[in-house]
């Protein structure tokens, strides 16, 4: 079987990010399903995500996760928690060793910040309402607050829907531009009355705006790469069904 093998970036810390391989779930969770929320098999749900903290050297006791939600709330981690008792919220933080911060994604952008000289790292689902609602700059600021520093902070944006893949309709794009009318330049024209929007660029654009200048990205495309990653766009558009989530792990 397929190790439990993460991406990287140049984020100066432990983390990866994660595809659906190494895992023991099946059907339409195979393999490395991290999500609780859904139908799989809780055990095996348990086994993915302590494979997954595994090959990051971290303990799968303290292998923390949210009840997402597409909001801009964000967490400050100071012990771990049960799997699966997380609290509603889209971000978190932490300055604890050896806690673990995970968030899953299927098309949202799972975003990992770090300050290693601060000993502060964070964790963001930023799917477009999240990164709308400036949960990537929040987690930026809880992090400020606990003595991280915005010139020394680098993030990294994982795998999530490409640009080539995301089409949207007028109201996503309305409410974007509402906004600031300059993020039209995240959106190129499609059939008449949709568009085609670049979640990552925007989520750059956001954390360059919350004042992050190290910002790293995995080049993948969740709904165009079927036997790497889960999608929940792939899913709706073969008339639903049940859906895994890959996870994103950053650890002190």
């Known amino acids: 079987m397929t190790a439990a093998t993460p991406l990287t970036t140049g984020l100066p810390v432990r983390?990866?990010?994660?595809?659906?391989e190494g895992g023991v779930s099946e059907g339409p969770y195979a393999s490395l399903n991290c999500s609780l929320s859904?139908?799989?098999?809780?055990?095996?749900?348990?086994?993915n995500r302590a494979r997954a903290a595994a090959a990051l050297g971290a303990d799968p006791a303290h292998l923390v996760?949210?009840?997402?939600?597409?909001?801009?709330?964000?967490?400050?981690?100071?012990?771990p928690w049960a799997a699966g008792a997380g609290?509603?919220?889209d971000a978190m933080v932490t300055d604890r060793p050896g806690l673990a911060l995970g968030v899953v994604t299927a098309d949202c952008a799972p975003v990992l910040l770090a300050d290693p000289t601060a000993g502060v790292v964070g964790a963001a689902h930023a799917g477009w309402r999240?990164?709308?609602a400036g949960v990537l700059e929040a987690t930026v600021d809880a992090m400020l607050r606990l003595g991280a520093r915005g010139e020394r902070i680098a993030a990294a944006i994982g795998p999530c829907i490409g640009a080539a893949s995301y089409e949207v309709g007028s109201d996503l794009r309305a409410a974007?531009?509402?906004r600031d009318p300059a993020d039209a330049r995240f959106f190129r024209d499609g059939a008449p009355g949709h568009?085609?929007?670049?979640?990552?660029?925007y989520c750059a654009a956001r954390l360059a705006g919350g004042g992050v200048t190290a910002i790293a990205r995995v080049t993948a495309d969740t709904l165009a790469e079927p036997d790497r990653f889960f999608s929940h766009r792939r899913r709706t558009l073969a008339g639903g069904g049940p859906i895994g989530h890959q996870i994103?792990?950053?650890?002190?």
């Open 87 to 89: 609290p509603a919220a």
């Open 65 to 79: 996760g949210l009840t997402q939600v597409h909001g801009a709330a964000v967490v400050q981690v100071t012990e």
């Open 38 to 47: 859904g139908q799989d098999r809780r055990a095996a749900v348990l086994e």
């Open 130 to 132: 999240g990164a709308l």
């Open 15 to 20: 983390h990866g990010f994660f595809t659906r």
């Open 176 to 178: 974007v531009l509402a």
């Open 248 to 252: 994103s792990v950053v650890a002190l």
């Open 195 to 201: 568009w085609w929007f670049d979640l990552p660029g």
